[in-house]
């Protein structure tokens, strides 16, 4: 079975200034603070730390296209991966990092459901939310169905499926979900019977434990410390955990102020170091796509519950990605509000709030002001990916388009080197919908993420459809996106794994060969995801030392 081979040649990155022709003209009438003759509409302030500028508020004025500019073509193709897990965690790459908190199980964002014992039956937020709690539903689902904002290892907030809060109404026992913003009346201390972690009690801030006294009935009046946990006991509850995150917000709030900065400094210090990147540039990769989270911007102390640290941390990457000659995107995996609800964006409990309101696209903005500043002279920067994965329809077409365009001003204020980098949305949308507004722009990518993964019609794929499907799906998927003269391609993910259960060595290595070979033609390059996980398959680092993938 014969691999591509590492090119050996010299090489320029589609980085470096002189793959990049000449921006002219009104391409880059950048709005500013000291162009302020440039742009007389409204601006606003953003802070970031102690970092203050000011930007076109783009929400009260329209979009002005620049002219149209000549495509930069790269003088080599990015073959990058992906340094996920590191700066922005995702549980599920590495377990361990989640073991010393106290209720690991029940983090920001895990959605339960409270049975109880004596009416045998559900609880739930009436109508969604908004006024009573019932106990009367024989099943289970949305609105029986709880978000766990955690207070403390003990203490929990209850969202409810409208997004309000279960709590206590005006200093009653009556047991509502009214509140928009939780406080001490809408906090409550699960109980967990010692031998049966699922069996609790729930105590509110008064003192008291909810009772089930009848199906249509939930209040905080329950006295007695005293139980069997029996079935008897109308304070007794079983709880099932449906749903869980481990995120950033989550790894960061279990472990609570004290523990998280130690924790979470060990863990940048130690996941990713020097050896990596000697080990990605000797192995045949010539780039790396670092996810990075907004509150990076705020280092050394950025709001609760996260903690200062990455910004040190991706500075060292700079540094070792400059000595052994491997360039740098780095990619805004996490936005304030969050772009899609997932773990990896920072989420508290899965809510999807970016691009809702101009205040967070504006603080958005800033973070990409501050990276942009910050390494815009480092020649390891090869590119600025602006947002990863916004989900459609949650982000518009509209606010992304506005976003992007503020992001790729602000980008340009400090290179016109470096590549922007701009994620399609995921969910139902035309894949060639950013073209208009990116076609007009200079030294653009669009990035794109396969995956034989995520959707049931590759659940009974054989060995061979699977390779099929990359084959002329996936051609056919990637020429849409590539056309003479818009945007530049990049598959900023992929992963050589699948369902396929039992597969051989070589059915990897022959599925891994057609991705690389497909993903390769794209314009600008391909990253893995990613260089280090638990899951075999999806560590690049494990696939090449054990054979399965050769560059």
């Known amino acids: 079975m014969s691999f591509p081979q590492h090119h050996e040649e010299p090489f320029l990155l589609p980085g470096d200034r002189e793959c990049i022709p000449e921006l002219k003209g009104d391409s880059l009438r950048i709005p ?166 699922n069996r609790v009690r729930i105590m509110a801030s008064n003192g008291f434990f909810l009772q089930a006294k009848t199906q249509d009935l939930v209040t905080a009046d329950f006295e007695s410390n005293n139980t069997t946990w029996g079935n008897d006991d109308p304070s007794v509850f079983v709880m099932n955990i449906v749903g869980t995150m481990q995120g950033e917000f989550q790894v960061t709030n279990g472990y609570g102020p004290v523990k998280a900065p130690t924790v979470m400094r060990e863990h940048w210090a130690t996941f990713i170091t020097e050896p990596d990147f000697q080990f990605i540039s000797s192995s045949g990769l010539n780039a790396v796509r670092i996810p990075v989270g907004w509150w990076i911007a705020s280092d050394p102390s950025p709001p609760p519950p996260f903690v200062g640290g990455s910004l040190e941390a991706l500075d060292n990457a700079f540094t070792w990605a400059e000595k052994y000659n491997v360039k740098i995107v780095i990619d805004l995996h996490a936005a304030p509000g969050s772009q899609n609800g997932y773990e990896h964006s920072g989420s508290r409990d899965g809510s999807q709030e970016w691009g809702q309101s101009d205040e967070n696209i504006q603080q958005t903005v800033a973070v990409i002001d501050f990276l942009a500043s910050r390494y815009a002279s480092r020649p390891g920067l090869l590119g600025v990916e602006l947002i990863n994965e916004p989900l459609a329809p949650g982000v518009t077409l509209d606010s992304l388009t506005k976003y992007y365009q503020a992001g790729y001003d602000t980008v340009r204020k400090y290179t016109t080197s470096a590549y922007v980098v701009m994620s399609n949305r995921l969910g139902p949308m035309d894949p060639q919908e950013l073209f208009p507004f990116a076609s007009g722009l200079q030294a653009v990518v669009i990035d794109v993420h396969y995956y034989n993964l995520f959707s049931s019609i590759f659940d009974s794929m054989t060995v061979q459809q699977n390779i099929d499907y990359v084959n002329n799906n996936r051609t056919s998927d990637l020429n849409y996106v590539t056309t003479a003269n818009g945007p530049l391609t990049f598959v900023g993910e992929w992963v050589a794994e699948w369902k396929v259960n039992g597969a051989t060595k070589e059915d990897y290595q022959r599925f891994a060969a057609a991705e690389l070979e497909v993903f390769g033609r794209a314009s600008f390059g391909w990253a893995y995801w990613t260089l280090k996980n638990v899951n075999d398959h999806w560590s690049l680092e494990w696939m090449i030392q054990n054979g399965y993938i050769a560059l």
């Open 32 to 197: 500013r603070e000291e162009e302020g003759d440039d742009w007389d509409g409204p601006v606003v302030e953003v802070k970031t730390g102690a970092h203050t500028s000011l930007y076109p508020d783009f929400q009260a004025h329209s979009i002005v296209k620049p002219a149209v500019a000549a495509r930069a073509t790269p003088n080599f193709k990015v073959r990058a991966v992906s340094l996920g897990g590191w700066l922005v965690t995702e549980g599920w790459i590495k377990p361990s990092l989640f073991d010393g908190i106290i209720n690991k199980d029940l983090l920001d964002g895990t959605q339960v459901q409270f049975l109880s014992v004596k009416q045998g039956k559900y609880v739930c937020a009436e109508s969604g939310g908004g006024t009573i709690i019932v106990a009367n539903r024989i099943s289970a689902s949305g609105w029986e169905t709880f978000k766990l904002w955690r207070v403390s290892e003990t203490e929990f907030q209850f969202r409810v499926f409208n997004r309000e809060f279960v709590g206590l109404q005006n200093g009653t026992t009556d047991v509502v979900a009214v509140a928009t913003t939780p406080g001490e009346s809408e906090t409550f201390q699960i109980v967990r019977k010692s031998d049966d972690m």
